[in-house]
């Protein structure tokens, strides 16, 4: 079952100064199914963090439809948007965004303390996340106190706690060392074995490598998209660095 519908998204910006006019997407389809692990690559001015802010209710196409769970995002009331982001979708980003005068607990729970939860029910949704995730011993510290792998550990509690319908990951990986996006693509792995749904944003093939699903974007669309089937993870990381090299030498779109 199709979690998420993209429909012949297109996006065009006018400059401020000159009024040009700049097409960003110009015609994005595809789909994701409920439970799926998803990666989107592609070279820089692709079109990627385009398509990611709009999949984020963060800006809107100028024509097309984003449909999340049979809602279309596009015609949500801005009033409504911010609601709708929060009970329906989660984030990851690469810079964690973590409020450095709370605690690793209350960062947890922000999004639940602006839907107005109960502070028991907030308690016993962190307990198995934090276990899942290993972060137990660090829910009293601040950020600053904590390792870049912990931070992003404390960003996918906080992403997962409200039981988003999609979780959207911008360059998880970008800002870990080795060791910590290893840890970091093993969760995802893990979360996303027990019925997560994962769209993640990545320059990262390592990254990539983990996902069920690639898809390529260039020049505003998909360009390609490899599935897993039963590859390895260097199996399916050989595909991709292929596939880069392929867009990056021009070649032409698949039909």
């Known amino acids: 079952m199709d979690i998420l519908d993209v429909r012949k998204v297109k996006k065009i910006y006018t400059t401020r100064f000159g009024g040009n006019k700049v097409t960003a997407l ?7 199914e409920e439970g799926e692990y998803v990666a989107i690559m592609g070279e820089s001015g692709a079109g990627k963090t385009t398509l990611l802010n709009i999949l984020a209710s963060l800006d809107k196409p100028t024509s097309g439809e984003v449909v999340l769970d049979g809602k279309d995002m596009v015609t949500i009331k801005e009033k409504e948007i911010a609601a709708f982001r929060r009970d329906n979708l989660g984030f990851v980003f690469q810079d964690f965004n ?36 290993g972060i137990e011993d660090i829910l009293a510290k601040y950020p600053y106190e904590i390792s870049g792998g912990q931070k992003q550990r404390a960003a996918v509690a906080r992403a997962l706690i409200t039981n988003p319908k999609i979780l959207l990951a911008d360059e998880p990986t970008g800002a870990l060392d080795s060791k910590a996006s290893g840890q970091l693509l093993k969760i995802f792995k893990e979360v996303n074995k027990s019925g997560q749904t994962i769209l993640m944003v990545t ?33 399916l990381y050989q595909k991709i660095s292929d596939t880069l090299t392929l867009i990056s030498a021009g070649g032409d779109k698949d039909e």
Not at 26 to 32: A, G, I, Q, Y
Request: hydrophobic share 40%; proline share 3%.
């Open 98 to 133: 973590l409020l450095d005068t709370f605690s690793i607990k209350d960062n947890i729970f922000l999004p639940l303390v602006l839907a107005g939860k109960h502070y028991d029910e907030m308690y016993r949704k962190l307990q198995p996340i934090a276990n899942k995730l």
């Open 26 to 32: 110009t015609d994005v389809n595809f789909s994701v």
């Open 203 to 235: 320059h990262s093939i390592r990254a990539a490598s983990h996902a069920g699903r690639v898809l390529f974007i260039k020049d505003g669309e998909v360009f390609h998209q490899l599935y897993r089937g039963n590859a390895t993870n260097d199996e």
